[in-house]
């Protein structure tokens, strides 16, 4: 069941992004890893790596129909890209740019509501509990 599902995850070049890639590449799911820059470690069967920038809509367009033209489709995207900064989390909320990671949901959107099918995630940090 697996091998039929489509995973897009953003911020994928390192940490939670690129570990959630990899578990579920070995576990048969064909993964679409997206981020401003290459993984830091080889990639695995049923992985993919695309450049991503989530503050960019044409890069978010264009990586987007990428997947689409490979795939065919979208069955789950892990919105994992984000920001992080030094200094005191109030200052934080105030940083327009963080806004920029909803970019990948709306522009997956589209392909999503035409199947009637499609999970997004939107993962969080500690920080978010603070702002």
Request: hydrophobic residues 45%; positive net charge; contains cysteine.
């Amino acid at each position: 069941m697996s091998k039929d599902k489509v995973i897009v995850i953003t911020g994928a070049s390192s940490g939670i992004g690129e570990a959630t890639a990899r578990l579920l590449a070995q576990e048969g799911f064909r993964v679409f890893a997206g981020a401003r820059r290459a993984p830091l470690a080889p990639l695995v069967p049923n992985l993919e790596f695309g450049v991503l920038d989530v503050t960019n809509d044409a890069s978010v367009a264009g990586f987007i129909d990428w997947v689409l033209a490979e795939a065919g489709k979208i069955d789950v995207l892990i919105n994992n890209a984000g920001v992080s900064l030094a200094g005191p989390v109030r200052y934080e909320c105030f940083w327009p740019a963080a806004d920029d990671t909803r970019r990948p949901p709306v522009q997956a959107s589209p392909n999503s509501a035409s199947q009637r099918l499609g999970r997004l995630t939107n993962p969080g940090c500690i920080r978010s509990k603070f702002s």
